[in-house]
């Protein structure tokens, strides 16, 4: 075999080599993009569901709140009892999203704005299962106050709770949409209830001063508005949650 025979073989090889490089550094790059793509398919998935699922922990938590106020008015021993029992939902609820995110973590390795989203969303999980207890607590001054006449009327009372259930689900729509506008808004209407609330606490400190007997009566309001409010301050911690998804500001919406 001459010498050129030898570089024309060896050419040939070289060719063959480069031709195979060039193959596998294209189904590495093919492979690479389709698992990132079935990465992110699996993640968006992940999300959604888990976005549903706070949206249905978040309706569970209104209709507690609105049925609480319910049986406070009506005397309703039986439905505050209700209420009561009611809470062990929210707080399944609850632990289901947390598993939910602790798993799309762990499998999904999001980074950047999905990993803030998940971990802003397992905090409105506990901030949710906080209001639920908050509603759990109306209820059980309900329960007290079943047996007794009732003092005054309950008109303000409904009206406090009417709104924090609205903000609740008011600001799980802006959650879902990152809606700063409708964030802000839901977090402005926690005036309305402290206004409420401050009105409610001076009608009652006014009847208990009147008569000793409506203290006991006038406490467990008392007791029941403040829960109530607590749970307006509540809401605008998810909708600060919202703002800083949206825009990466860490905002106090009620300073």
């Given at each position: 075999?001459?010498e050129?025979?030898?570089?024309?073989?060896?050419a040939?090889?070289q060719v063959i080599l480069?031709?195979a490089?060039?193959?596998?550094v294209s189904a590495a790059?093919?492979t690479?993009?389709?698992s990132?793509?079935?990465r992110?398919e699996?993640?968006?998935r992940?999300?959604?569901e888990?976005?549903?699922?706070?949206?249905r922990?978040?309706?569970?938590?209104?209709?507690?709140?609105?049925a609480a106020?319910?049986?406070?008015?009506?005397h309703d021993?039986?439905?505050?009892?209700?209420?009561?029992?009611?809470?062990?939902?929210?707080n399944?609820?609850?632990?289901?999203?947390?598993?939910l995110?602790?798993t799309?973590?762990?499998?999904q390795?999001?980074v950047?704005?999905?990993?803030r989203?998940?971990?802003?969303l397992?905090?409105?999980t506990?901030?949710l299962?906080?209001?639920?207890?908050?509603g759990?607590?109306v209820?059980?001054?309900?329960?007290?106050?079943?047996?007794?006449?009732?003092?005054?009327?309950y008109?303000?009372?409904?009206?406090?709770?009417?709104l924090?259930a609205?903000q609740?689900?008011a600001?799980?729509?802006a959650?879902?949409?990152?809606?700063?506008?409708?964030a802000?808004?839901v977090a402005a209407?926690?005036?309305d209830?402290?206004?409420l609330?401050h009105?409610?606490?001076?009608?009652?400190v006014?009847?208990?001063?009147?008569?000793?007997g409506?203290?006991?009566?006038?406490t467990?309001?008392?007791?029941?508005?403040h829960y109530?409010?607590r749970?307006?301050?509540?809401v605008?911690?998810i909708?600060?949650?919202?703002v800083?998804l949206?825009t990466g500001?860490?905002e106090?919406?009620?300073?």
């Amino acid at each position: 075999m001459t010498e050129a025979d030898r570089d024309d073989i060896q050419a040939q090889l070289q060719v063959i080599l480069d031709d195979a490089e060039r193959d596998r550094v294209s189904a590495a790059a093919t492979t690479s993009a389709v698992s990132s793509a079935m990465r992110r398919e699996g993640l968006d998935r992940a999300e959604r569901e888990i976005k549903d699922e706070v949206l249905r922990m978040g309706s569970l938590v209104a209709a507690q709140i609105e049925a609480a106020i319910a049986s406070l008015a009506a005397h309703d021993h039986d439905a505050a009892t209700a209420v009561i029992i009611g809470d062990v939902r929210i707080n399944e609820a609850q632990r289901h999203v947390s598993s939910l995110i602790q798993t799309a973590i762990a499998t999904q390795g999001p980074v950047a704005r999905d990993l803030r989203m998940l971990l802003s969303l397992d905090h409105v999980t506990y901030e949710l299962e906080r209001i639920g207890d908050h509603g759990s607590s109306v209820a059980k001054q309900a329960q007290k106050l079943a047996p007794q006449p009732p003092l005054g009327t309950y008109v303000d009372l409904p009206r406090m709770g009417q709104l924090a259930a609205d903000q609740v689900r008011a600001v799980l729509r802006a959650l879902v949409d990152l809606d700063v506008t409708t964030a802000r808004q839901v977090a402005a209407v926690d005036d309305d209830i402290d206004d409420l609330y401050h009105k409610i606490f001076a009608e009652l400190v006014e009847l208990m001063r009147a008569d000793p007997g409506n203290v006991e009566r006038g406490t467990s309001i008392l007791f029941a508005a403040h829960y109530i409010e607590r749970i307006g301050d509540r809401v605008t911690n998810i909708a600060e949650d919202v703002v800083f998804l949206a825009t990466g500001d860490i905002e106090d919406l009620n300073p």
